[in-house]
Every structure is written in C-alpha cells, then in structure tokens.
C-alpha cells in the first residue's frame, strides 16, 4: 500500500510521499473524547411543567405511566387514580368515584397534558402514553417526593389532645382565679380550628385533583 502512495502523485503535481500518512490517518480516525450531555433537553418552559405538576391528578397520571412503561387505557387510569384518591383498593370504588376521574382526565387534564407534548392522549382509542416531554417534568416529581399532601388526620387528632389538654388546664385554674381564663382559652381553641380549617381548604383546592368541570385553558 505504501509502494503505492510512493508511485502515485496528486493532480497539482505533489508527490503522495510528501504527504504525511499519519496525519491523514489520525485526522479520519480521531473521535471527539468530550463527554455527551445526557441532560433531556429543555423542550417546554418552566411556568408550563409547574402548571401541570400543580395538579395532584396529573401527577397522578405520571406517576401510572412511569409504572406502566407503556401505553394504557383511560379506564385503568381512572380506576387507579380513583383507587388513590379515596384510599381504597381498586375492586372497592364506586362507579361514581372512577366516572368522576374519568370526566375529569377525558375533559380537562389528558388534554392539557397533550397539548403541551408530555403525554399522548389517543381519544377515540381511550389510550395514553408518555409524549416526548415527559422526561422534563419527570425530574422534578423525583425531586418533590417528600412534598406530599400532609396527614390531616395526624394533625387533626394532635390539634385535639392540645386543645382537650388546654380547657382542661383553664378549668382547674378558672376555679382558683377570678380572671376569665376559660372564656379565653375557649376564645383560642375556636380561633385555632377555625384557621387550621382554613388553611387545610386552601391546600386541598390548590393541590388536590381539581374540578373536572374545569376548562382546559384554565386547568
């Protein structure tokens, strides 16, 4: 092969001998050494994944899929979410609580979630698969793992044995005391409930499943 490139020469009159093999070789063969970015790119803005991961029924919807790894009908999903939603197993919800969820994925959240390319939401077929920007919202759920909705009914029966302490404390002293410290630790207890009531609401509408008579502009 060498004898060869010696013998031959280039068009411009060059001898092939004075052209350095090694360079031709190493120029064809080097491989770029830097590392890939195995980061999914950035397909969809930030405000549009916190819109759809606001939303403890789509979430929902990622977490079945990401388990499924693969295409699903609507009416296991809804069975799913509905079982989650209710804390029950599947063969115990009613068929009102899954229509309810399969209203509200059909109507308002699958095509949202559509419409932004994260899943793929076939409506004659009743089928749902993961889109093209799943992977970007994936990232943070795994981040927010720990951000779950809290255990109310801890809350509720810490709130209870506080309160239940409190008024018995206020009786004992309001006995030995001429200062109205029942009327004022009954006056807290309600002030107490009242706000944890209302913080409790707030959260629930915030982050809960959502109404599935809800427009898909404004899910």
């Known amino acids: 092969m060498s004898e060869i490139m010696t013998?031959?020469?280039?068009?411009?009159?060059?001898?092939?001998?004075e052209i350095d093999v090694d360079d031709i070789d190493s120029g064809s063969t080097r491989e770029d050494t830097s590392e890939p970015d195995e980061r999914p790119p950035v397909s969809i803005p930030l405000d549009q994944v916190f819109a759809i991961?606001?939303?403890?029924?789509?979430?929902?919807?990622?977490?079945?899929l990401y388990e499924a790894d693969g295409k699903v009908s609507l009416s296991d999903v809804a069975e799913q979410i509905a079982a989650w939603e209710?804390?029950?197993?599947?063969?115990?919800?009613t068929s009102s609580e899954r229509k309810r969820v399969y209203v509200g994925l059909y109507q308002?959240?699958?095509?949202k979630m559509d419409?932004?390319?994260?899943?793929?939401?076939?409506?004659?077929?009743g089928t749902i698969e993961l889109g093209e920007n799943a992977d970007a919202l994936y990232?943070?759920?795994?981040?927010?793992?720990d951000t779950g909705e809290p255990p109310w009914h801890l809350y509720s029966v810490a709130l209870s044995v506080v309160s239940a302490l409190a008024l018995g404390t206020a009786l004992v002293l309001g006995a030995i005391t001429v200062f109205p410290i029942v009327d004022l630790?009954?006056?807290a207890v309600i002030l107490t409930f009242s706000a944890y009531s209302l913080f409790?609401?707030?959260?629930?509408?915030?982050?809960?499943?959502?109404?599935?008579?809800?427009?898909?502009?404004?899910a």
């Open 108 to 111: 308002c959240h699958l095509p």
């Open 53 to 64: 991961l606001k939303n403890q029924r789509r979430r929902y919807v990622l977490q079945f």
């Open 200 to 218: 409790s609401i707030g959260w629930i509408r915030r982050n809960g499943p959502g109404d599935e008579n809800e427009s898909v502009s404004d």
């Open 7 to 17: 013998e031959a020469s280039t068009d411009d009159g060059v001898s092939a001998a």
């Open 139 to 145: 990232e943070y759920i795994d981040a927010g793992q």
């Open 86 to 93: 209710n804390s029950k197993d599947i063969k115990q919800i």
């Open 185 to 187: 630790t009954v006056g």
């Open 115 to 125: 419409g932004a390319d994260v899943v793929s939401f076939n409506k004659p077929r």
